[in-house]
């Protein structure tokens, strides 16, 4: 199992799990036209340097400002899949002009164009962000192709202290697995880090309130009867938050954390 550390903006500098033995350090910050919006040339060449590089990993796709490349990771799956996404945002936006590839709309195009995928779970978002695109997802909701639990759902699910819900948060996510995953499946999961509380780690975007052993409790439990077809995270800092040490700290244990979690499904 190897961790493919994508750096797009230099933020992984003093992350030193960058350095361990079973990472593969690419270096993307030549490539142009690739902040929150992508370009064809920019991803025409980002899918030229992965082409050898195996879907079956723990990708770390830099900041939310590079969501996007998880859906060109999912260009290379070839087998139906679901695709499983904890974010603090719904990132189904329509484009802004033409089809380009956004941050804010990447789970909107693989829904649009990808032959392969089955359904998208949308797991933390902020439920006035999916209703003020209502309209925009109606069609996909109303299929069976997009489903969402929303932050204010697992807050109202949820009645126990910050120290006491291990317990609770393994038989809520199985039973959430089950209802809306299921068995069988081949899944990929998608983790932005803005869905943690910014106690926990800091983006460079407006966070959730998700807490590390929740986000660890819904994984194992999807993938406990799901095979993994792979794994991103991205929510880094920014580039004016990298200078801080205790940002950088906290990023860098929570890559760790979730490559440790991933490492044995992996196998």
Known sequence: MSNIIMNFSNVYIGQDFIHDDNSIYMDMSDITGTDCYCDAAAVAEIKRRIENIPVKAVHYIDSGNYHYVSSIWLDKITEPFTLVVFDNHPDMQPPAFGDILSCGGWI????????????????????????????????????????????????????????????LYTDMYADAAERYIGEGHRVYISLDKDV???????????????????????????????????????????QEQAHDDDVIIKSNEVNRYFSNIMENFLL
Not at 207 to 236: F, T, W
Request: aromatic share 4%.
């Open 108 to 167: 909107k195009n693989v829904l649009d164009n990808n032959r392969y995928l089955e359904k998208v779970l949308i797991i933390g978002v902020n439920r006035k962000l999916t209703d003020e695109l209502e309209d925009e997802l109606k069609a996909f909701t109303e299929s069976g192709k997009a489903a969402f639990i929303t932050r204010q759902e697992i807050a109202d699910m949820l009645d126990c202290s910050a120290d006491g819900c291990e317990e």
């Open 196 to 238: 943690l509380d910014e106690r926990i780690v800091r983006t460079n975007w407006d966070q959730g309130d998700m807490r590390l052993n929740e986000v660890s409790s819904y994984i194992n439990a999807i993938l406990k009867n799901n095979e993994p077809a792979g794994i991103d995270v991205c929510g880094e800092p920014s």
